[in-house]
C-alpha cells in the first residue's frame, strides 16, 4: 500500500510564493500568498488596510 506524498491540490499550489507584509500604521506582519493579491487584506493589529508595496517575498516558502 502506498502513501500519498502530498496533500490533496499540492500540485496548485506548489508555484505559490508567500509575502510578508509590513502594515503601513502599526507595523504589524502579515503573511500573504502570492495568489491572494487581488484580494483585501487588513491589518489584524490595527485593521488599517494593507499597502502591496510594503511586501517583502519571504524566502522560506
Same mark, same amino acid.
Given at each position: 500500500?502506498?502513501?500519498?506524498? $502530498?496533500?490533496?491540490?499540492?500540485?496548485?499550489?506548489?508555484?505559490?510564493?508567500?509575502?510578508?507584509?509590513?502594515?503601513?500604521?502599526?507595523?504589524?506582519?502579515?503573511?500573504?500568498?502570492?495568489?491572494?493579491?487581488?484580494?483585501? $487584506?487588513?491589518?489584524?493589529?490595527?485593521?488599517?488596510?494593507?499597502?502591496?508595496?510594503?511586501?517583502?517575498?519571504?524566502?522560506?516558502?
Amino acid at each position: 500500500m502506498s502513501t500519498p506524498q $502530498h496533500c490533496p491540490g499540492y500540485q496548485t499550489f506548489k508555484t505559490l510564493k508567500s509575502f510578508i507584509c509590513k502594515c503601513p500604521e502599526c507595523g504589524e506582519s502579515k503573511e500573504i500568498f502570492s495568489d491572494e493579491f487581488n484580494k483585501d $487584506h487588513t491589518c489584524a493589529k490595527c485593521g488599517k488596510p494593507i499597502d502591496f508595496t510594503q511586501c517583502t517575498l519571504d524566502g522560506g516558502a
